[in-house]
C-alpha cells in the first residue's frame, strides 16, 4: 500500500515544504509543479498537492494518510490529529484585530452584536464564547482587513505575521487567539497502518532542519593547543581528532558547531594557531 502525503498546493508553506520533502531524500521528479500528485520515485510514497485548509480533513478521514500544513488549520478544522513534528517555518499568530480609531484594547470590550470578520469561522467562534461575548461572524475568504472600512464587519480576526498589513489599514492587535507554525501531521489510525513509514519520513526531515543551522568545521591545529581547541569547538560529543600525514606537529580537527558560532569560533581558532580552516553546510544531521 502506498503513503498518501499531502503538501500546500500553493501558499506561504508550498515552496518551503517541497524544499523539506526533496532535501529528505524524496525524489519528486523534474515536473512535480505541474501535477496534482506525483509518486515519488525512490520510495513507496505519493504526494498530494492540496488547499492547506483541505488537508486536515483529509487526514483525518483516511484519505491521505500524513500531511504538511498550520497548526491555524487544525485548529479550524477541529480535527483530532498527531503533531508529529514542528517544521520551525510558517510562524504567525490569529489575532483579533480593531480600527485604531475604535479605542479598543483588549477583546473583552467588543461589544455584545459586533460584526466580526474572518476566514476562521469555527475558532471565532468558539473563541469569543471563551469569553463570553455573542458576536456575529461574517465568514470572507481574504482581505479580511478592508472589511471594516467597507462596513461590512466592525471588527476582524485574521493571521498575522509581521503585522505590517494591520498597520496599512490603521488597524491594531486586541487579543492573541492562538500561535501557530507548518507542522507535519498524522492520525492514530494512519500509525497504527504505516507508523513505521510516517516516523522515517519525520525524522528524514527533522535531519534536514536540524542540519540547516549547523557548519562542519574542519582546521589543521598544533598539537600543543589541541585542549585549547576542544573547548572552543566540543562539537555533538567532543571534535574528531586525526592525524595530517607528514606533518607531525598538527592535528586536524573536524566538528559540528552551530552557524550562529562560526565567526566567533573561527576567530577563536586563529587565536591560538589554527590553520587550514574549512567551513561547509551539511545536508543532513541525525543524532
Given at each position: 500500500?502506498?503513503?498518501?502525503?499531502?503538501?500546500?498546493?500553493?501558499?506561504r508553506?508550498?515552496?518551503?515544504?517541497?524544499?523539506?520533502?526533496?532535501?529528505?531524500?524524496?525524489?519528486?521528479?523534474?515536473?512535480?509543479?505541474?501535477?496534482?500528485?506525483?509518486?515519488?520515485?525512490?520510495?513507496?510514497?505519493?504526494?498530494?498537492?492540496?488547499?492547506?485548509?483541505?488537508?486536515?480533513?483529509?487526514?483525518?478521514?483516511?484519505?491521505?494518510?500524513?500531511?504538511?500544513?498550520?497548526?491555524?488549520?487544525?485548529?479550524?478544522?477541529?480535527?483530532?490529529?498527531?503533531?508529529?513534528?514542528?517544521?520551525?517555518?510558517g510562524?504567525?499568530h490569529?489575532?483579533?484585530?480593531?480600527?485604531?480609531?475604535?479605542g479598543?484594547?483588549?477583546a473583552s470590550?467588543?461589544?455584545?452584536?459586533?460584526?466580526?470578520?474572518?476566514?476562521?469561522?469555527?475558532?471565532?467562534?468558539?473563541?469569543?464564547?471563551?469569553?463570553?461575548?455573542?458576536?456575529?461572524?461574517?465568514?470572507?475568504?481574504?482581505?479580511?482587513?478592508?472589511m471594516?472600512?467597507?462596513?461590512?464587519?466592525?471588527y476582524?480576526?485574521?493571521?498575522?505575521?509581521?503585522?505590517?498589513?494591520?498597520k496599512?489599514?490603521?488597524?491594531?492587535?486586541?487579543?492573541?487567539?492562538?500561535?501557530?507554525?507548518?507542522?507535519?501531521?498524522?492520525?492514530?489510525?494512519?500509525?497504527?497502518?504505516y507508523?513505521n513509514?510516517?516516523?522515517?519520513?519525520?525524522?528524514?526531515?527533522?535531519?534536514?532542519?536540524?542540519?540547516?543551522?549547523?557548519?562542519?568545521?574542519?582546521?589543521?591545529?598544533?598539537?600543543?593547543?589541541?585542549?585549547?581547541?576542544?573547548?572552543?569547538?566540543p562539537?555533538?560529543e567532543?571534535?574528531?581528532?586525526?592525524?595530517?600525514?607528514?606533518?607531525?606537529?598538527?592535528?586536524?580537527?573536524?566538528?559540528?558547531?552551530?552557524?550562529?558560532?562560526?565567526?566567533?569560533?573561527?576567530?577563536?581558532?586563529?587565536?591560538?594557531?589554527?590553520?587550514?580552516?574549512?567551513?561547509?553546510?551539511?545536508?543532513r544531521?541525525?543524532?
Amino acid at each position: 500500500m502506498t503513503l498518501k502525503f499531502g503538501v500546500p498546493n500553493k501558499g506561504r508553506l508550498n515552496e518551503r515544504a517541497v524544499e523539506l520533502l526533496t532535501k529528505a531524500g524524496l525524489d519528486l521528479g523534474e515536473d512535480f509543479g505541474r501535477k496534482l500528485y506525483i509518486k515519488a520515485r525512490n520510495q513507496d510514497v505519493e504526494v498530494l498537492f492540496l488547499r492547506a485548509q483541505d488537508i486536515p480533513e483529509f487526514i483525518a478521514a483516511g484519505a491521505i494518510d500524513m500531511g504538511i500544513t498550520g497548526q491555524d488549520q487544525v485548529a479550524e478544522a477541529g480535527s483530532d490529529l498527531v503533531n508529529r513534528l514542528e517544521l520551525k517555518f510558517g510562524y504567525c499568530h490569529m489575532a483579533v484585530a480593531v480600527p485604531e480609531a475604535s479605542g479598543i484594547t483588549d477583546a473583552s470590550q467588543i461589544e455584545d452584536g459586533a460584526r466580526i470578520a474572518t476566514s476562521y469561522p469555527n475558532i471565532t467562534k468558539r473563541y469569543f464564547d471563551s469569553i463570553g461575548k455573542h458576536v456575529n461572524v461574517i465568514v470572507v475568504t481574504g482581505a479580511a482587513e478592508v472589511m471594516p472600512y467597507l462596513g461590512i464587519a466592525d471588527y476582524i480576526v485574521d493571521l498575522v505575521s509581521t503585522g505590517s498589513t494591520l498597520k496599512m489599514n490603521r488597524m491594531v492587535e486586541a487579543g492573541n487567539i492562538i500561535e501557530s507554525q507548518a507542522c507535519v501531521f498524522t492520525s492514530e489510525a494512519a500509525l497504527a497502518k504505516y507508523g513505521n513509514e510516517i516516523d522515517e519520513i519525520a525524522e528524514s526531515i527533522a535531519s534536514v532542519i536540524t542540519a540547516e543551522s549547523k557548519k562542519y568545521l574542519m582546521a589543521n591545529v598544533p598539537r600543543d593547543k589541541i585542549e585549547d581547541a576542544e573547548r572552543i569547538i566540543p562539537g555533538l560529543e567532543g571534535p574528531t581528532i586525526l592525524e595530517i600525514a607528514g606533518n607531525p606537529g598538527y592535528a586536524a580537527i573536524h566538528a559540528v558547531i552551530d552557524t550562529k558560532d562560526a565567526f566567533h569560533t573561527i576567530s577563536e581558532l586563529k587565536r591560538i594557531g589554527a590553520k587550514g580552516i574549512l567551513t561547509t553546510g551539511i545536508e543532513r544531521l541525525v543524532n
